[in-house]
């Protein structure tokens, strides 16, 4: 059984994607679900090679019950067409799947409840490669708190066959942080390269850098 950030044990339910769609849009575990219009479902193949997990649904999001719009997904689609890999096969999720009021953070008691829901749909969709948007999403899929500067554009496990590359949240680029479209650009390359098996898995980076090391002395 899989654990939260916090250290709690949480279940993944195995749901067919009508299931999953009717579990999301009827959840009431926390607070959000109270001023939501359209919570995030998920949106893109529910068979796709590669799935994007953004945090939480914002103003817009919210509206068209996306995982991401607007420049923030404009970036997301740019890079990932630089790499070669095409939008529409792309599965989008998010973290958080209702809308805060006022586009606040979500709370860790709100990241804790929907956390079965991103299971759920990892466990449906069975992806071979992860991207997640920032720190939030990394730390959740890992199910620990893990700095982003310490991990953004490595290759990681997640279990056998799938393969984690954390990167930075595309709305760092609308806030115009310094470098972080190049480092979006540089990561979607390396889960492009990862999935035509141009670039090992995550187990097969850790062996590589333990060798590098050793060698090093
Ligand atoms: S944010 Fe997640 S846990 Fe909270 S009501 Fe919405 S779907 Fe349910």
Known sequence: MPETRSGERRETPRRT????????????????HAERLTPVVGEGPADARLVIVGVVPRRHEDLHGTALAGGP???VEEALTRAGLVPGEVRFTSVVRCRPPDDRAPELEE?????????AELALVDPEVIVTLGELATSVVLRRPVPLARVAGYR???????????????SEVMRGVPEAAKAIRRDLAVAKAVLDGRMGTGAQALSELRSRLAAQG
């Open 73 to 75: 997904r404009n970036v």
């Open 111 to 119: 990241v804790r409840a929907c956390a079965g829901h991103l299971d």
């Open 156 to 170: 990681l496990d997640v279990r056998q066959g799938v393969t984690l590359v954390p990167t930075h949240h595309p």
């Open 17 to 32: 994607p009508r299931e999953h769609a009717r579990a999301v849009r009827s959840c009431t575990a926390c607070g959000l």
